[in-house]
């Protein structure tokens, strides 16, 4: 879910609404079973957590790693089922910490930084992810067997 980074625009963001909004949609749709909202804004993550709150009906994440700059905190946000990581800032110890929490752990590739391989395909699912957001996903998946 998009929104804004920047502090002149979060004061001016209804991100209650936009969570209320995009959590109705997918329920409208019956999408559920085949969705998975992620954000870097972390008051988006928090609205949309407040939403699922009472009937957790599908899963979200917290994106991490925006415009590829390291964090100094990877435990899954409150209220997530899991984080969402740059495949550049992947490592065991983030895979088996956010598991050991009982979370999910997704990978995504940003391009402008690594291309998507056979080699990088081994490299993440040995760490032992439980989803990849990539360009290529079909491959990915049949590379991860």
Do not use: W
């Amino acid at each position: 879910m998009k929104g804004p980074l920047s502090p002149q625009y979060i004061k001016l963001y209804n991100f209650e609404q936009a969570a209320k909004t995009v959590h109705k949609m997918v329920l409208d749709f019956n999408m559920q079973h085949q969705v998975m909202v992620s954000s870097f804004v972390p008051e988006i993550v928090t609205e949309m957590a407040r939403c699922l709150e009472l009937k957790h009906e599908f899963m979200l994440c917290r994106l991490l790693n925006n415009n590829e700059v390291a964090e100094t905190d990877y435990t899954p946000q409150r209220g997530t089922d899991g984080i969402n990581i740059s495949a550049t800032y992947l490592t065991k110890e983030i895979v088996d910490q956010t598991h050991a929490l009982g979370k999910t752990v997704g990978v995504y590739l940003s391009r402008a930084h690594s291309f998507e391989t056979k080699v990088m395909y081994d490299q993440v699912f040995s760490l032992g992810v439980d989803f990849v957001y990539f360009d290529g996903p079909m491959p990915a998946m049949e590379h991860r067997g």
